[in-house]
């Protein structure tokens, strides 16, 4: 019966009482910052304010659940990195769709027909299968067929080249 009774004089003793309120206040404090640390990061990745309300409160309501659900549900990618990856992507996009004008060389999109600086033709659209392709091609690459005014461009090849010395 001695261990008994040292074990209840222990419980009942200050130091017990000590361990106690160190561990409550240890835990409170792990509980402040997950949910510090938890609002911080879903501010960062979400703007939907239902969503953060929803995590924070979860994690204040129910402390080690409401961080291994948020770890599964938050999004993987924070609203800087998606800013900066969307910046990346059209800066990418514009740049696939932007040739130089075989004229003027300034920038024309890939699907203008004439330069809109110099008035150079840049395209030809196909008059049979609607397709546009380079000028200078002489058949069209998608369906075989010659320009109707083939027999002319020769002559606006030769005027191309005049215009560009009579330029320089
Ligand atoms: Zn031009
Ligand atoms: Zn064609």
């Not at 409401?66 to 910046?87: A, C, D, N, Q, S």
């Not at 696939?96 to 330069?115: A, I, P, T, Y």
């Not at 069209?140 to 083939?150: D, F, I, L, R, T």
């Amino acid at each position: 019966m001695d261990f008994i009774d040292q074990s209840t004089a222990f419980l009942s003793s200050p130091i017990f009482e000590w361990i106690i309120k160190g561990a409550l206040i240890y835990l409170g404090l792990l509980w402040f910052s997950v949910v510090l640390w938890v609002t911080r990061d879903v501010i960062n990745r979400s703007n939907n304010v239902l969503f953060q309300t929803m995590v924070i409160l979860t994690n204040i309501a129910l402390p080690v659940f409401g961080l291994v659900l948020y770890m599964i549900i938050r999004p993987t990618k924070t609203l800087t990195e998606k800013y900066y990856e969307e910046l990346e992507y059209n800066f990418l996009n514009e740049h696939e769709h932007e040739e130089s004008c075989g004229r003027c060389e300034k920038k024309v999109k890939s699907d203008f027909l004439f330069c809109p600086h110099c008035e150079e033709k840049l395209k030809e659209v196909c008059w049979s299968c609607k397709h546009t392709y380079l000028d200078e091609y002489a058949v069209c690459p998608y369906c075989g067929k010659k320009e109707k005014s083939a027999t002319r461009k020769p002559q606006a090849e030769q005027k191309k080249k005049q215009s560009k010395k009579t330029k320089k």
